[in-house]
């Protein structure tokens, strides 16, 4: 069984999901449509009444929610015995409530529609009363007496809309580059201290409590942890040890090259020249788009193994190129040269805007058509040219804004580099 979330309902759509709830096109002709504490007839006149007698005929009017079946061949009087089961012990104590059957799709479900004030003491709905995941339970049980299917242990770790959104699109999200530093440290580990070890070298602080249910990990730079499970749901506890011991038998046997080490030469980078030859804000700005792969890179990092700060800035690529362009072709490398393009770009939108006030009141006047023609093209450019200005001067701000923070985390960037480096120093490498 799927048991949605609930909708609200504003001041202006009452009537309109009671008609969409009760279509006689989807529910047979009317034939699978019921009504708990009120007719199905008279269904908004009951609703609006309940709340005219409490004085609540404001805000949030009624909730719309559904409930569906995994099975497709259960019949539309079973679907709405159980709609209106389900409806009456949640809701029907104290609330008037359309219940309705949908059959023009291949899974039957069922529609409600409950007042959002209750016609017992006039309190309105809230807390665990519109908390869909406190019904799961009245949900199964009915399942489970009527023989129909349902999940007994479902697996919680799907993540939000908004991720999945971005995930869909090829946008990096804080998700979907956690899953990718965990596949690739579960491919090359054998046991939890070495995925542990491996994790904080990609950026990653693992968790592993086995008091609690779940394993998390936290992004470098954040104190908010993702459990694995909702990166995926075969990264349980169970689901990573297996992994790991069958890395042992799978991985070939290691070659040990340690009696042999030549000397490697670290050669100046574009990244070095950039460091080198630039100042100021745009320094910094040049130096993020290069690490990002933005300019002068032939292939783009990893993202795994980018420093967590530089992890940070990979959902606002787009942008970051934008404002690198912008600096670049107005010469800006200061926060006076950048504080002096926005006084430019404020005065000139002054200016457009002004000229097309005046060409608005030159079109109200009684001029001829090709004249009046005229003048709407030139609103049009004027118009087209502001919202370029508006943007530019948007990114402006955001520099701004973002100049100093990006400055700070530069340089923990290269702090860490540099004791990578010294590390490294003791091994044979040499600059």
């Not at 799927?2 to 979330?5: C, D, E, G």
């Not at 292939?299 to 690529?317: Q, S, V």
């Not at 190129?321 to 010469?331: A, H, I, N, P, T």
């Given at each position: 069984m799927?048991?949605?979330?609930l909708w609200s309902i504003n001041e202006s759509g009452l009537s309109s999901v009671?008609?969409?709830?009760?279509?006689?096109?989807?529910?047979?002709?009317?034939?699978?449509?019921?009504?708990?504490?009120?007719?199905p007839e008279t269904a908004y006149e009951e609703f609006t009444a309940v709340k005219r007698s409490y004085a609540k005929a404001d805000g949030i009017e009624a909730y719309h929610g559904y409930l569906s079946f995994k099975e497709q061949n259960i019949t539309p009087e079973l679907t709405m015995k159980i709609g209106t089961e389900f409806a009456q012990e949640v809701w029907g104590k104290r609330f008037q409530i359309l219940v309705t059957v949908h059959t023009d799709t291949e899974h039957p479900h069922c529609h409600f529609v409950i007042n959002s004030v209750s016609f017992v003491d006039g309190k309105k709905l809230w807390g665990e009363e519109k908390a869909w995941f406190k019904f799961k339970q009245t949900a199964d049980r009915l399942c489970e007496k009527y023989g129909l299917y349902y999940n007994p242990k479902p697996v919680r770790g799907r993540s939000s809309s908004y991720h999945y959104n971005r995930e869909k699109k090829g946008e990096p999200t804080r998700y979907l580059l956690a899953r990718e530093a965990m596949e690739k440290a579960l491919l090359q580990c054998t046991n939890t201290a070495d995925l542990r070890y491996t994790l904080a070298k990609l950026g990653y602080e693992l968790t592993m409590n086995d008091r609690?249910?779940?394993?998390?990990?936290?992004?470098?730079?954040?104190?908010?942890?993702?459990?694995?499970?909702?990166l995926s749901a075969d990264y349980t506890p169970e689901g990573i040890r297996h992994r790991?011991?069958?890395n042992r038998y799978d991985r070939p046997p290691r070659i040990d090259y340690r009696h042999y080490r030549p000397k490697q030469y670290k050669l100046p980078t574009c990244g070095d020249r950039i460091l080198q030859r630039t100042s100021g804000i745009y320094r910094i700005y040049l130096y993020y788009a290069f690490r990002l792969g933005v300019i002068h890179s032939y292939?783009?990092?990893?993202?795994?193994?980018?420093?967590?700060?530089?992890?940070?800035?990979?959902?606002?690529?787009d942008r970051l190129?934008?404002?690198?362009?912008?600096?670049?072709?107005?010469?800006i490398s200061t926060d006076v040269e950048l504080l002096a393009y926005k006084h430019k770009l404020e005065d000139r939108i002054q200016t457009f805007s002004d000229e097309r006030s005046d060409l608005r009141k030159h079109s109200r006047r009684k001029i001829s058509a090709d004249e009046l023609k005229e003048t709407k093209d030139k609103i049009t450019h004027i118009t087209i040219n502001l919202r370029k200005l508006r943007h530019e001067l948007k990114l402006c701000e955001h520099i701004a804004e973002r100049s100093k923070v990006m400055e700070q985390g530069l340089e923990t960037v290269l702090n860490d580099e540099q004791k990578t480096r010294a590390k490294n120093k003791s091994r044979g490498y040499e600059r």
């Open positions: 799927a048991v949605s979330k009671l008609q969409y709830a009760a279509n006689p096109k989807k529910t047979n002709n009317k034939l699978y449509i019921s009504g708990i504490n009120c007719e609690r249910k779940y394993w998390t990990i936290t992004p470098k730079g954040s104190k908010k942890p993702i459990r694995l499970v909702k790991l011991v069958n292939r783009r990092p990893d993202p795994a193994k980018l420093h967590w700060i530089f992890k940070e800035e990979l959902a606002y690529l190129s934008e404002e690198v362009r912008l600096m670049g072709r107005e010469k």
